[in-house]
């Protein structure tokens, strides 16, 4: 719907949803994107997805007794308060740290409270469990990691694996600002799979070009009509997500009948350089020949537009290239055909490759960590 009317058509719903009787909560989405979106869930709407989120603590043994939560607050965002409600909903002790306390302190707080239960963003997960000022001791009373807000990449999830081996690590939820709660991941589903909340959200899967509707099983792009009411009506909703659906009915282990569905990821993401569309998949792409094991979350290109043109800046995490190979990327970059043609576009004044710890890529405000970044005329040397 949004890309057919060039988002015209959920500004005026947005407007409406202000305008709604009985006021609401206003939440502002697609700080990843670019595409930024305000929309005012009702009051009742807020309520009703709190049991929904709270699905994943059903038919487990999973009892956290103090919950930290290090999501975003404020920001016009809605998740920290969301997953509050969870931890109210679930009898658990609530500590609303949130992400902007610093690492050390959260780190210390989580000792000195003896949290058992972490609620954060996969990219505030790596900067915690990786920051050089924090003791492992610090860390050693927790036993579950819950993340949302964006996917918890196959390189963390190993790492966390390996050196917190008591740390369980699930998903707080599939959601979205404009929707709310999609999906839940229970204690028997694997990474990027979820019950739908199919009592709550209808999902298509479709062709992402013909909208043509897919067969239980086949990869296409998801569709979304939230069932709950609120102040207004979303149809048929393209939240830019891809994956399928595995059936209509499930026989989970852990007792739910609902459908699962496999998230596998965003349709694409993409930005717009020297008058051409420039794709993640073009970049990551490019860089298979000198770097094959590169994942898009090892990667982030940052484009600083300046009067005279705009400057790219590649980061790639420092573990995943060798301390003076940039240099070398470089030049491997300029003698390959797609990278010297990018290059040679009107307005792009250079491209400069940095090894950076992964922690320090930039982020959203929600705390997510998109691919494309515009500096917004900072000089991206700091």
Same mark, same amino acid.
């Given at each position: 719907?949004?890309?057919?009317? =060039? *988002? #015209?058509?959920? +500004?005026?719903? &947005?407007?409406?949803?202000? !305008?709604?009787?009985? =006021? *609401? #909560?206003?939440? +502002?989405?697609? &700080?990843?994107?670019?595409? !930024?979106?305000?929309?005012?869930?009702?009051?009742?709407?807020?309520?009703?997805?709190?049991?929904?989120?709270?699905?994943?603590?059903?038919?487990?043994?999973?009892?956290?007794?103090?919950?930290?939560?290090?999501?975003?607050?404020?920001?016009?965002?809605?998740?920290?308060?969301?997953?509050?409600?969870?931890?109210?909903?679930?009898?658990?002790?609530?500590?609303?740290?949130?992400?902007?306390?610093?690492?050390?302190?959260?780190?210390?707080?989580?000792?000195?409270?003896?949290?058992?239960?972490?609620?954060?963003?996969?990219?505030?997960?790596?900067?915690?469990?990786?920051?050089?000022?924090?003791?492992?001791?610090?860390?050693?009373?927790?036993?579950?990691?819950?993340?949302?807000?964006?996917?918890c990449r196959q390189p963390l999830r190993d790492q966390l694996a390996r050196d917190w081996p008591a740390l369980s690590i699930r998903s707080l939820g599939y959601s979205s600002t404009e929707t709310g709660p999609i999906g839940f991941q229970c204690a028997h589903l694997e990474h990027g799979f979820y019950h739908l909340h199919a009592d709550a959200m209808l999902l298509e899967v479709v062709d992402p070009v013909s909208l043509r509707a897919l067969a239980d099983g086949e990869t296409g792009e998801f569709l979304l009509t939230p069932l709950l009411p609120d102040q207004v009506p979303l149809l048929r909703y393209r939240i830019g997500d891809r994956g399928g659906l595995l059936g209509r009915q499930s026989n989970c282990a852990c007792g739910s009948a609902l459908p699962i569905l496999e998230l596998e990821g965003r349709v694409e993401s993409s930005i717009k350089l020297g008058g051409a569309l420039i794709t993640q998949k073009q970049v990551l792409s490019v860089l298979a020949e000198a770097l094959p094991e590169l994942h898009a979350s090892d990667v982030q290109v940052q484009i600083d537009r300046q009067a005279d043109g705009a400057h790219m800046w590649l980061l790639i995490a420092q573990e995943r290239l060798p301390a003076g190979a940039e240099r070398i990327i470089e030049g491997a970059l300029r003698n390959e055909a797609q990278a010297s043609a990018l290059l040679g576009l009107p307005g792009v004044l250079g491209l400069q490759v940095r090894r950076l710890a992964r922690g320090d890529f930039e982020t959203t405000v929600a705390g997510k960590t998109p691919f494309f970044v515009e500096l917004r005329g900072a000089s991206g040397e700091s």
């Open positions: 719907m949004e890309d057919e009317q =060039g *988002g #015209l058509l959920f +500004t005026q719903l &947005g407007e409406a949803s202000h !305008r709604a009787p009985g =006021g *609401g #909560l206003t939440l +502002t989405s697609g &700080g990843s994107t670019g595409n !930024r979106k305000h929309i005012t869930h009702s009051w009742a709407f807020n309520e009703s997805i709190v049991p929904l989120g709270a699905r994943m603590f059903a038919a487990t043994d999973e009892h956290p007794r103090v919950v930290i939560n290090c999501l975003t607050p404020g920001e016009m965002q809605g998740a920290f308060q969301y997953a509050a409600a969870i931890v109210q909903h679930i009898g658990a002790r609530l500590l609303p740290a949130g992400a902007l306390m610093g690492v050390q302190r959260i780190a210390g707080l989580i000792q000195s409270q003896a949290a058992d239960a972490l609620i954060c963003t996969p990219s505030f997960a790596a900067a915690l469990f990786n920051h050089a000022d924090v003791d492992k001791a610090q860390l050693s009373s927790l036993r579950w990691l819950y993340y949302i807000g964006e996917p």
